[in-house]
Structures are given as C-alpha cells and as structure tokens.
C-alpha cells in the first residue's frame, strides 16, 4: 500500500508544470555523480600539458612533411619550422584597486586552489606558439610545386609567403 502512495505523489509531482524535469534532471545529476570514473580525462589533459615547446614544434614539422608529401612530384622532403614565443598562460588574479586623489594603485594577487598536489594557480587560458617561419628543403620541385608548397603552408600556419622558404 505504501508503494502506491509513494507512486501516486511522484505521479502528482509530474502532473505539475515542469517539475516533472526538474526532478528527472536532479536523479540524473545524482546518478552520473555516483558512476565512477576511469580518469582518463585526465590523463589526456596531463599528456596535452606536458608538451614542451620543442614536442609542438616537432609536431607542427611532421605534419606540414606529411601534407607537403601529398604533392604529385614530392617523394621526400625536410620541414623546419621557427617558433615566435612559447607557450603563453592567463592565469586568475584577484585585484584590489586603491584610488587617491593624488594617485591610483592596483595590486594583483594571483588565485590558487587546492589540489591533489596542493595549491596550483588557477588556468584561464593556454595560447599555443605562433610560427615564425617555415624552412622546406626538397629535391626535384618545379616553381609551380614550390608556389603550391608556400600556398600550403600559408593556409596551414596562417603567415606571410615572405616567412617561407623553399629549397631543391
């Protein structure tokens, strides 16, 4: 008897206007709360981090080798890419502006939150390298494929023509 009390109020509660969602939105929050994870959400995120400079950069390279090799008369070719900067980071501040009528001061105090691994600023946002420059060296390229290598790596790095090399 008492189930179909319990059954009678939940089917109440449906009959009201939107309730009903929000109840099914808060047992599901519950239950994806309760599912375990596996974490490799993080793992992936950790892999993604611990790409220096020097690992983007290689990668950049590979991949422009692999595209510029697509081309009818490349068989092989060398790629060296210029970085401008490194890696660039934002991380949270908290400021405090103090005005006078003489002078204005601001002090900025980076946020930090408690982690596995204690306290760590709090990332807002992450800005990839830049390319510089693109060197290509292949052997056998006529001007036509070498204007269609410069085309490539414009379209692909978003630089200049004048930022790149071409070498046979």
């Known amino acids: 008897m008492k189930s179909n009390e319990l059954f009678e109020k ?6 009201k206007k939107g309730f009903g969602f929000v109840f099914l939105a808060l047992i599901a929050g519950i239950a994806l709360m309760l599912i375990p994870s596996d974490g490799t959400e993080i793992q992936e995120n950790d892999k993604q981090k611990s790409l ?17 090799c697509e081309l009818p008369e490349i068989d092989d070719c060398e790629v060296f890419i210029t970085l401008e900067k490194g890696y660039r980071y934002v991380y949270a501040t ?7 009528e003489e002078n204005k ?3 900025k105090t980076i946020v930090l939150a408690q ?8 990332l807002i946002e992450e800005t990839m390298p830049c390319v510089a420059g693109v060197a290509v060296v292949c ?7 070498q204007y269609r290598i410069i085309e490539l790596m414009c ?14």
């Open 10 to 15: 939940i089917k109440k509660l449906f009959d």
């Open 52 to 68: 220096t400079s020097f690992d983007y950069c290689a990668l950049l390279e590979n991949k422009a080798k692999s595209l510029i």
């Open 94 to 100: 908290d400021q405090h502006v103090k005005e006078s």
């Open 105 to 107: 001061e601001t002090d």
């Open 115 to 122: 982690g596995e691994d204690g306290e760590a600023p709090i």
């Open 139 to 145: 052997s056998g390229a006529s001007y036509q494929t």
């Open 155 to 168: 379209a692909l790095f978003d630089i200049k023509s004048n930022r790149i090399s071409i070498q046979t």
